[in-house]
């Protein structure tokens, strides 16, 4: 407590205050897109009782349910094969990890976030990093596994029509149980995202690298 007689003589006194931080454990999952992260990170979310946040579900979630500058903006970005700016990403994960929306949970999973020496920069104001996992495919493979990707265009639950066995991998589709073409869930067809041909995949490959 202040003394009374400090405050009648009219001295002002200023309060710093450090920026908030993410105070639990952070898990980052690093990897080019399609390398697997995203499926590693439910299993993890699982067992460590942790939340994954994936900033490109986060964006493509944009895209399809928000209408402003902001997701057009970032559509023609992904639509493109490029990544989204550092600033963007930067305001989408202070806003979830600030918020804390999982308060029982004993920490996050991060996919996708940083992906560049300045969004590791960024990181260090937003919380402490407990431990990274980085995952790699060769780019053949990555190319062939993500042009096989399908979601339904209804509940986007994920499927992959690709079949890859050579070279010590060995990875099998992943089909729906009823109809090859329609989503077990609601019975909506199958779709290929936009940015999963060959040609935006390469040069989404070229830009993580």
Excluded at 46 to 70: C, I, Q, Y
Excluded at 143 to 171: F, Q, S
Aim: charged share 35%; aromatic share 8%; net charge positive.
């Amino acid at each position: 407590m202040f003394s009374k007689n400090l405050l009648r003589r009219g001295i002002n006194f200023f309060f710093w205050r450090k920026p908030a931080r993410y105070a639990k454990p952070i898990l980052l999952l690093m990897g080019a897109p399609g390398v697997g992260k995203g499926t590693y990170g439910k299993r993890l979310s699982k067992d460590w009782n942790m939340p994954v946040f994936s900033t490109g579900e986060h964006l493509r979630n944009m895209l399809k349910n928000e209408k402003s500058a902001l997701a057009d903006q970032i559509r023609d970005i992904v639509q493109s094969g490029k990544l989204v700016g550092d600033e963007i990403v930067y305001k989408i994960m202070e806003r979830r990890l600030l918020q804390d929306e999982d308060k029982d949970a004993k920490g996050i999973i991060l996919d996708g976030f940083p992906r560049t020496v300045d969004q590791a920069k960024m990181m260090e104001k937003l919380g402490t990093v407990t431990a990274a996992m980085n995952f790699f495919l060769r780019d053949d493979i990555l190319v062939e596994k993500l042009a096989g990707r399908r979601e339904c265009e209804k509940c986007h639950t994920p499927y992959n029509v690709a079949t890859i066995r050579r070279d010590g991998y060995d990875m099998d589709p992943l089909m729906p149980k009823n109809n090859p073409e329609l989503c077990d869930t609601c019975n909506e067809k199958l779709v290929q995202r936009q940015d999963d041909t060959p040609e935006v995949i390469k040069d989404r490959l070229e830009v993580y690298k």
